[in-house]
């Protein structure tokens, strides 16, 4: 009798020498399964590609997490600070009037004395839209958009002089402001003539205009209680795409109005989920059929050879050892099977992506997977085909060692 520390290494080695014997019928095996898997790593290959298309801009692009007030409302510093201390809530600053939001700007001794107006955005630390750029602050350090650098001609590092003007009780007044470029934002971050400025420097412009004292800049007015203040808006965004909606329902439910692009975000989402399922639907399906179509050409198999099983158990080969036989080579199937199926696939996904990357994919390729993806095909493959080959274990399991002794 082999020693049983010997016949696991033994039913390998048999499994392997059997399978390279019944070469034609292993290698049909292997075409039938790989015919099964390269469909199924095709279509989640296109749904992977296609939506991730979709939903890579909008997870990356923080114009989708942006919630605004359809409205003017009254927001004080305790509103801010319960809105700031919420885990849904990637970025929060207050903004004043629209009317008082805006500056004159120009580039002192410039040749041309060209003067542009901008709308200003107040922006602070972790302003999603201004990602790797040195963030507003204090009174001078400023973030221009891309149009309104363009119309100054500045970059980075420039000196610019903001231009305040108004009329108050009956008396004109016009200052200027020195500022310090320090970044030039991405196009997508603001379309318009804008300058990203700090909390400090919007409201410094907004007491300016209402005829209140500035300190920090020296300027005469009505001295004001900032601990009271309120603030009519707010710039928010939320930490990712799926806490939009959330976010939407508490503000409506204080009575805030606002708009989200929510709409766009649900029809991807509710795409992927739909294209999803189809896929499952699809790959149960022909697993299913697969492993019921593979597992009874095992059992057919085993009972072709029952005669040379029946020889093993008689030998002293033990039933949980034998079982052990057919599953090692549905495993040995299902890798080679896999193995093949992933080649062609990159030849599919080749052909695929050069006819309609263009049309489709806008620049980006339709079909592809990552590296996790065909792992996870691998592990589900073996274990599919594991389980269908059980059913050859079950019959092996059933031989009787005398049977090699009454067909002998």
Known sequence: MPRTDTQAGLILWLAWRDFVHERVMSACFVLALSAVLLPLLVLFGLKFGIIGNLLVPLKEDARYRQILPAGSGSFDPSWFSAMAARSDVAFIVPR??????????????????????????????????????????????????????????????SSIEGILSRTWSGEQKTVLIPLEVTGVAAPAAFARDGMFVSHDLLVAVEDFRDGRAVRAFGWDGVAVDDS???????????????????LRRGLMAQGIDVRTRLADIELVQSLDRNLSIVFWIIAIIAAVGYGLSFGSSVWANIDRKRREFSVLRLTGFRSRGIVWFPILQAMLTGLLGWLVASIVFFAVQAGLNALFIENIGGGQPVCRLLPLHFLIALAITLIAASAAATLGGVRLAQLEPSLALREG
């Open 96 to 157: 004043t009037r629209a009317i008082a939001a805006t500056m004159r700007l120009r580039v002192p001794d410039s040749e041309t004395g060209r003067i542009i107006s901008v709308e200003l955005i107040p922006s602070a630390a972790g302003d999603p839209v201004l990602d790797g750029l040195s963030e507003p602050s204090g009174h001078g350090r400023v973030v221009l958009s891309l149009d309104a650098a363009e119309k100054l001609d500045v970059t980075a590092g």
């Open 228 to 246: 009271v203040r309120s603030f009519p808006g707010f710039r928010l965004y939320a930490r990712t795409i799926e806490d939009v909606a959330g």
